[in-house]
């Protein structure tokens, strides 16, 4: 009669646990409830590849992290979430072209149902989503993959709430592993209170990661001289704050946007401080590429109405932008001519 294998000791997400001696990795995932094809695992700070799991054997005393997809590679675009407005008028990132140029977020929303309602009226192509523990206590709980179909949807995985380069870098690579995306969201925050880029961490990281083959677009500060380091340093796109993160308070610097958009060659699109659809509009008046915003929609009386608020005031914006505005005046200039008058 066999004797049933004696249990070691595993730290996983930071919770301790008791299991059987000589399971793998993959099996150990299963065990708890969960999927290895949508997990990405970290054992003792080293990521394990997904098709090596089955091969890599648990030891007592191993700390494992097992991460997944939150609210918070590229694959073609679902059709009814397309733009038709402007057919001619795609932009790309990293050679990834896409028509819309409304980016929207996944945290914040009532549930994963309303989010994906919310992504549909936007007519959004890219998602961001955040890299976080799966609940093992929890593993039949909803996931945002469930909702919003990765094979339909840019997910843009991002490094929300890290405040140091090192855990930015460790959060994408986890990300890497978990979907196979290169095209990230790099942000870096300095401190809790402001939420605002740490702009020495954020250069340093985005060097590190374009070296090891990412395509990092990043969030900074509105600062001309900035941007175009990260760019330099291999960012694929720039996106500096309209305002503080979740602020609602709108452009705040329009002429600092605008010195960006004019330098840069790769694209600019405003992220964070967008409250209303008008906000959006303006960025996009301002020649940006596009917009990207979360709080605004999720945190709206009506998100679905506001996100297709967006939307148009995103396809406004642009079209505004295109045609050339009017010029200013100091003083009033009548649309009919004075001379003839009765």
């Known amino acids: 009669m066999n004797e049933p294998l004696p249990n070691i000791t595993l730290h996983i997400n ?33 990521i394990v590849p997904r098709s090596t799991l089955a091969e890599v054997a648990v030891a007592d005393g191993d700390t494992l992290e097992i991460v997944h997809f939150v609210g918070g590679g590229d694959h ?8 038709d407005s402007w057919p001619n008028d795609s932009w790309s990132v990293a050679g990834r072209t896409f028509r819309s140029r409304l ?9 994963f149902a309303q989010n994906a309602a919310a992504l549909k009226a936007s007519g959004a192509e890219i998602v961001t989503v955040a890299v976080r523990r799966v609940n093992v206590s929890d593993p039949n709980a909803p996931m945002l993959t469930d909702f919003i179909d990765p094979k339909k949807v840019t997910y843009l995985p991002n490094t929300a709430g890290c405040f140091t380069g090192e855990d930015a870098i460790r959060t994408l690579r986890l ?56 760019e330099d340093a291999g960012a694929v796109a720039i996106m500096p704050l309209g305002a503080p993160i979740g602020s609602g308070l709108g452009i705040q610097n329009r002429v600092t946007i605008r010195l960006i958009v004019e330098n840069a060659k790769v694209p600019v699109l405003v992220d964070a401080g967008v409250g209303t659809a008008s906000d959006a509009a303006i960025a996009m008046e301002l020649g940006c590429d596009g917009v990207l915003m979360n709080t605004a929609i999720a945190e709206a009386k009506d998100p679905i109405r506001m996100a297709r608020a967006m939307k148009l005031a995103v ?24 001379a003839g008058l009765i």
């Open 175 to 230: 990300a890497r592993e978990a979907g196979g995306w290169d095209l990230v969201k790099l942000e870096v925050l300095g401190e809790a209170k402001t939420l605002y880029p740490d702009m020495h961490e954020t250069l340093r990281a985005t060097e590190i990661l374009a070296n090891e083959g990412f395509k990092p677009m990043v969030y900074c500060v509105d600062d001309p001289i900035g941007a175009k380091r990260l």
């Open 103 to 111: 980016i929207v977020g996944t945290g914040k929303y009532k549930d």
């Open 14 to 46: 930071g919770e301790q646990r008791r299991v059987p001696e000589g399971q793998s990795l993959a099996d150990l995932v299963r065990t708890l409830g969960l999927d290895p094809a949508k997990v990405a695992v970290e054992r003792n700070l080293t």
């Open 315 to 338: 396809e406004a914006g642009r079209d505004a932008y295109l045609a050339g505005r009017m010029g200013t005046r100091k003083y009033a200039d009548p649309s009919s001519p004075l």
């Open 76 to 83: 073609a675009a679902d059709d009814s979430s397309t733009n």
